[in-house]
């Protein structure tokens, strides 16, 4: 069940700027969540135990379409974000617009990066505005099979 405050975890872009420049700590991911099954929960629990305060930006619909095509997202971006931000290890939740949410890594300047998969530290948006001010990328691994894509595919 959601607890009653999980709403207010939801901020805008220039809300939570305000609130996380009182927070020490933050680690910031991102991602389409389109589908929430066990992996994401896995990885957003191991990102939080990286530190104190975990932010979530999530794609707009309109990135979503862009990254994964016309079918996606199958769930629009507010119930996305609500959904994430019941989860126990989550603090705060937002959205980005663009492909990569580098532009809003800058605005938010958290102090640790992190990215599920097998990407190469370097190879993740934002990690050299991260890494200018002292900050830190870290990537997880994902559980094995699973993935929207493949939860899609197996239900047609």
């Avoid at 991102?30 to 990102?47: I, M, Q, R």
């Avoid at 095509?69 to 705060?92: F, H, K, Q, S, W």
Wanted: with cysteine.
């Amino acid at each position: 069940m959601a607890s009653p405050n999980s709403k207010s975890k939801i901020l805008s872009p220039n809300a939570l700027k305000k609130v996380l420049s009182r927070k020490r700590n933050v680690v910031f991911t991102n991602g389409c969540f389109d589908l929430l099954h066990a992996g994401h929960v896995t990885y957003l629990e191991k990102a939080k135990s990286f530190g104190s305060t975990l932010v979530i930006a999530v794609n707009s619909d309109e990135s979503v379409q862009l990254l994964k095509g016309p079918t996606r997202p199958i769930n629009p971006l507010a119930d996305r974000m609500r959904v994430l931000a019941a989860l126990e290890c989550v603090d705060y939740v937002t959205w980005f617009k663009e492909e990569t949410p580098r532009e809003l890594i800058i605005k938010l300047k958290p102090n640790l990066l992190v990215k599920g998969g097998d990407y190469k530290p370097s190879e993740v948006a934002g990690y050299n505005e991260i890494k200018a001010w002292g900050g830190r990328t870290r990537i997880v691994k994902l559980l094995p099979g699973r993935s929207t894509t493949s939860i899609l595919s197996k239900s047609r």
